[in-house]
């Protein structure tokens, strides 16, 4: 059996960027990927996701081209070109993983593999009755949609009535009633886009807001914006049976029926560490998932793990930096993983954007700080490129430092303007260094200066 340096089980983004990073630092690697090289966040998730919501910012902009001079009668979205086309971009991103595989010299193996026990060399790993021996192993395994025990759910997702983040991507037309149980990232995101390809949108949280853990000024902004465009929302409510054709759902103690054509369940993920073989060499595993020290080494020596199977953030540019610091550490590089300045998108219109210290958090861990915002209109090219929108950016400093610990946007452009202030957040930038930074104009990232002037050095 050859023996490899490194064998990572799971080619998404941590798995296939680690193989990347170890094959460029001398590392010989195997990686496994049981499906699409790519992950949920390219085949299931972050891009298919982005192609359709890009398509419906299009359509909107054509439908309402009269604000800005431009005329388009009779403007129209084709759902079914609509997901043709997502499926020729998840191609391409995936065709371009592939190559970048091959040509950092990563051997790919597209099988199920399991881990089977240790030997003298390494990790035995096992995949259709062949076996590996890997000195090290990088366990990169992803996450799957929750299921809860909701009676009739099981059935419902057999049936396909009910869908989870995967078939929704794919729905041969729009339904008119769309259900979506869970108001976090994806369940919003996909009322975005249903919601402007035709739907009659309702979601059905149990938390007495959105967003889950965003801003909740920001979120409650974001709120009302999906309200306006006539996404309802029943907040405070459990969903407590699926049938054929409608949600039961229960509020105040009172039951509620909803009538529905298709089903998205979206409320929450679960790292998949099931039927690994992580038992045959004693790595921990809890509820959460695989617990990883700072630098994503498990209780196991020279078993690490990164992405969402760690259950610490499940995000894609986590991922990438979690195998980054994985990798250097097998390289004996110092480096080790910090999650204070940790950016997080939803791609809706209008975008939110956030990284660092939401007030809610400062409060509770009794943390002071200041906050000082501004509408996003104190962008000059915000009003120059948007009629009639509205956003907020809100910065929080701490009272003693006054190193900057939070930033939180609503408005167009907030995904792309995000990671400048990640770069404060994690270099802890005092306002007045913050104050230094010279920032093109006009762009709408000059509202993040606008509002770290407003503070006193």
Not at 423 to 448: C, G, N, W, Y
Request: with cysteine; glycine share 10%.
């Amino acid at each position: 059996m050859q023996i490899y340096d490194l064998i990572i089980i799971g080619g998404g983004p941590a798995g296939y960027l680690a193989a990347e990073r170890a094959t460029h630092g001398g590392l010989s690697t195997l990686l496994f990927e049981m499906k699409s090289l790519g992950g949920v966040c390219l085949n299931e998730g972050c891009i298919p996701s982005k192609a359709l919501l890009h398509s419906a910012k299009v359509f909107e902009y054509a439908t309402h081209g009269d604000k800005f001079g431009v005329h388009v009668e009779n403007a129209t979205l084709n759902h079914a070109e609509v997901v043709k086309r997502r499926g020729k971009v998840v191609r391409t991103l995936v065709a371009g993983v592939g190559a970048k595989m091959k040509g950092a010299g990563v051997t790919v193996v597209k099988q199920r593999a399991s881990i089977t026990g240790r030997t003298a060399d390494g990790f035995q790993v096992s995949a259709d009755g062949t076996d590996y021996i890997g000195k090290r192993l990088l366990i990169a395994s992803g996450s799957s949609p929750v299921v809860p025990p909701i009676p009739g759910l099981k059935d419902a997702l057999e049936a396909g009535f009910a869908l989870t983040n995967r078939e929704v991507l794919e729905l041969p037309e729009v339904p008119k009633e769309f259900v979506i149980i869970g108001g976090g990232v994806i369940g919003l995101e996909m009322a975005a886009y249903y919601n402007t390809a035709g739907a009659h949108v309702t979601v059905v949280e149990m938390l007495d807001h959105i967003a889950g853990p965003t801003d909740r000024e920001i979120s409650d902004l974001l709120l009302k914006e999906y309200q306006k465009k006539g996404v309802t929302f029943l907040l405070g409510t459990k969903v407590t049976a699926l049938g054929t054709d409608k949600v039961l759902c229960e509020a105040d103690g009172k039951p509620l029926e909803l009538p529905a054509d298709k089903v998205l369940l979206s409320i929450g993920r679960r790292a998949n560490t099931q039927d690994l073989g992580l038992e045959t060499i004693g790595v921990e595993v809890t509820r959460q998932g695989i617990p990883t020290d700072a630098q994503g080494r498990t209780n196991v020596e020279n078993v690490y793990a990164a992405g969402d199977v760690n259950g610490i953030y499940m995000l894609a540019h986590t991922a990438y930096r979690e195998s980054e610091v994985a990798i250097n550490t097998m390289l004996g590089k110092r480096d080790n993983m910090r999650y204070c300045a940790n950016p997080a998108v939803i791609y809706t219109k209008p975008e939110v954007a956030s990284v660092g210290m939401t007030e809610e958090e400062a409060n509770a861990q009794q943390i002071p700080y200041e906050v000082k915002k501004l509408s996003m209109r104190y962008a000059g090219r915000f009003v120059a490129e948007t009629e009639g929108e509205d956003g907020l950016c809100k910065v929080l400093v701490h009272s003693v430092h006054r190193n900057v610990i939070g930033v939180h946007m609503i408005g167009s452009y907030a995904s792309e303007i995000i990671w400048g202030a990640a770069a404060m957040i994690e270099q802890e930038l005092r306002v007045e260094d913050a104050k230094q930074i010279i920032f093109p104009h006009p762009t709408v990232s000059e509202i993040i200066r606008e509002v770290i002037w407003e503070f006193e050095d």
